[in-house]
């Protein structure tokens, strides 16, 4: 990082928000719809899911809307909002190009993607850095958040004027202190934290690392399971239901409330029908090539948490990410709105998740 950098970074320390503990029994509960894209439902539909759920706030991720970039739409969608009195987040995609000559398309993008969230009254606009580790451009991972702070820094004005902070979510490109570094560097007063705790996994960190390096940057909260646990060759991830995986969520929603700013929605997002993958912990290829400065408290943190865990073993139809999904895509639905349900469950039931469902009102933060 360059030293006009580390100088940011402490002065956005300096300006950090105040927080205020919230308990996690009623924290206001929505869902990211990604999570839903098997349904390939459209804006409405999914708004109507949510109103039927008793949910209390909606994250469009991917619009699968035909008319998702239309302005008009963005209208719409607000007046939705108001009218279920459900809160909106929305957001884009990767914000790195690949090449310099990619720059202004990039940017161009992230542009539209404020503006559409301004015109639906979301308080945020997510973004990140690359899809994975492996699909970044060649060159060392400080530049390529260096370039990822310089486009963020190009649209400061445009996000402040529309009164929205951009999230960058912990994908599976950088670690937690990485992420943290790049907010901080961009500024803190439009840049924070979309805090997933499904990706940590597959850049070989505990989520309980992730929530308590980025949960005081954090602008929004999505939950998402993994089933951790030791192979010969490493470390084998899968994400499962809600509940259903190595971690502890009790333990991680109740640190992320005494650490997140009191305005942070939280977000039930169970992404399944993927296979196992395997992190090669144990080479040393892996942490010279993708992360070169990795600490090794994280690690050995990343290792106890794969010590307590097993492989899944309920039943699990995995074809997401594979040429036969369409072939099997009608029990993808129905296995996908199976996993969806038993993770509200469990964010109702055991993690005390969520306020319309008790037939109270949410209120607005």
């Known amino acids: 990082m360059t030293r006009r950098t580390l100088l940011r970074t402490a002065l956005s320390l300096a300006a950090a928000p105040a927080f205020a503990e919230r308990p996690v029994q009623g924290w206001p509960l929505g869902i990211n719809t990604y999570c839903l894209r098997f349904q390939r439902w459209n804006d409405r539909r999914l708004f109507d899911y949510c109103a039927a759920e008793k ?70 606009v997510r973004a990140l850095l690359a899809g994975d580790r492996y699909s970044m451009p060649p060159g060392p991972v400080e530049q390529h958040m260096e370039t990822t702070i310089g486009i963020l820094r190009e649209v400061r004005s445009q996000a402040m004027d529309a009164n929205l902070k951009i999230g960058i979510e912990n994908h599976k490109e950088l ?17 924070g934290s979309y805090l997933d705790t499904g990706n940590p996994v597959f850049v070989a960190e505990d989520p309980m690392t992730t929530v308590e390096e980025l949960g005081p940057l954090a602008v929004t909260f999505h939950l998402r399971d993994s089933v951790v646990y030791e192979l010969p060759e490493g470390i084998a991830v899968q994400w499962v239901p809600l509940g259903e995986g190595t971690n502890d969520f009790k333990a991680i929603v109740a640190r992320a409330a005494g650490l997140m700013p009191a305005s942070v929605r939280i977000y039930c997002k169970p992404i399944t029908a993927r296979p196992p993958v395997l992190i090669p912990v144990y080479d040393s290829a892996f942490w010279s090539q993708w992360f070169p400065r990795a600490r090794s408290r994280d690690l050995a943190r990343f290792l106890a948490l794969a010590r307590r865990g097993r492989p899944y073993d309920k039943p699990h139809l995995v074809a997401d990410v594979t040429g036969d999904r369409e072939r099997y895509m009608d029990a993808l639905k129905l296995q996908q709105m199976e996993h969806m349900k038993r993770s509200l469950d469990y964010c109702r039931n055991v993690l005390g998740l969520g306020v319309r469902w008790r037939g109270a009102r949410p209120v607005t933060p």
């Not at 209390?56 to 108001?82: G, T």
């Not at 670690?175 to 840049?191: K, P, Y």
């Open 55 to 124: 949910l209390d706030s909606i994250f469009l991720q991917d619009s699968l809307d035909p008319a998702a970039q239309d302005p008009k739409h963005w209208a719409e969608v607000r007046a939705w909002s108001r009218e279920m009195d459900m809160p909106v987040e929305t957001g884009g995609g990767p914000i790195l190009p690949k090449t310099s000559a990619e720059r202004p398309r990039v940017v161009a993008a992230l542009r539209q993607n404020i503006e559409r969230a301004r015109a639906m009254g979301s308080p945020i």
């Open 175 to 191: 670690q937690a202190w990485e992420t943290r570094a790049l907010i901080e560097g961009a500024g803190r007063e439009f840049v």
